[in-house]
């Protein structure tokens, strides 16, 4: 079953932060990000298992509630460079076929 | 450069014509997969292998097949292309550890069935 994500699109100004959110109704094994530009393939962002961490790299960072199946997506002082589009994946478990959001627009102007 | 490499990049065929995608991975990774990816349909699993001669279903299956027989070969298979498989393919490859990394995508193929 597909996760949802919200929300469908968001409009920054450079230096502006972002919330993107994914939850699923099953209970999952790991939550995945990507980050697709126009025209070019999904690039892997992190992974959270399922054990409610925490990750980050740079001004972006990602938490998995365990319990409520939800993790969100934190873009900090946002650059252009975060322009695309961000899709959330789940695994309900460890092998398990990743199904994929359907996808968070983001926009990030000077 | 680890990579996932798929060809051809641009394909136009007629319906009907049987053809092939390939890719490849050069990471030793056990998982793969096929994705589909059409205008307000996000990217949509077609079929996925975590390892040799295991492949499954994904939420798209019909009208494509798949093989894996080795480690680094995961070909997409139409045997008789229909108009509506039109769209943008990704192969992509993951390895079985999950501390810390998530699957790599190949550049894609986009293909156009007339």
């Known amino acids: 079953q597909q996760p949802v994500q919200s929300p469908q699109a968001v409009i920054l100004r450079e230096g502006e932060d972002a919330v993107i959110n994914c939850s699923s109704s099953?209970?999952?094994?790991?939550v995945h990000w990507y980050r697709q530009k126009h025209g070019e393939a999904p690039v892997f962002l992190m992974i959270?298992?399922?054990?409610?961490e925490q990750k980050g790299h740079d001004k972006i960072s990602a938490s998995f509630n365990e319990k409520k199946q939800q993790s969100s997506l934190y873009l900090t002082a946002s650059q252009l460079s975060y322009s695309g589009t961000y899709f959330c994946?789940?695994?309900?478990?460890?092998?398990?076929?990743?199904?994929f959001g359907g996808g968070t627009r983001l926009m990030v102007k000077p | 450069e680890a990579q996932v490499t798929q060809n051809p990049r641009y394909l136009i065929t007629v319906t009907g014509k049987k053809l092939t995608v390939t890719c490849s991975q050069n990471?030793?990774?056990?998982?793969m997969s096929w994705y589909r990816q059409d205008p307000g349909l996000g990217l949509r699993q077609i079929y996925y292998?975590?390892?040799?001669?295991?492949?499954d279903k994904g939420d798209v299956p019909e009208g494509y097949k798949v093989s894996r027989k080795e480690k680094r070969n995961f070909p997409l298979i139409l045997e008789s292309p229909s108009p509506n498989q039109t769209s943008l393919y990704f192969c992509?490859?993951?390895?079985?550890?999950?501390?810390?990394?998530?699957?790599?995508f190949g550049s894609g193929t986009r293909l156009t069935v007339v």
């Open positions: 099953k209970a999952l094994y790991s």
């Open positions: 990471m030793n990774h056990e998982y």
């Open positions: 959270l298992l399922k054990g409610g």
């Open positions: 994946g789940t695994e309900r478990r460890a092998g398990n076929m990743l199904t």
């Open positions: 992509a490859s993951s390895s079985a550890w999950r501390g810390g990394y998530g699957y790599t």
């Open positions: 292998s975590m390892n040799v001669e295991v492949t």
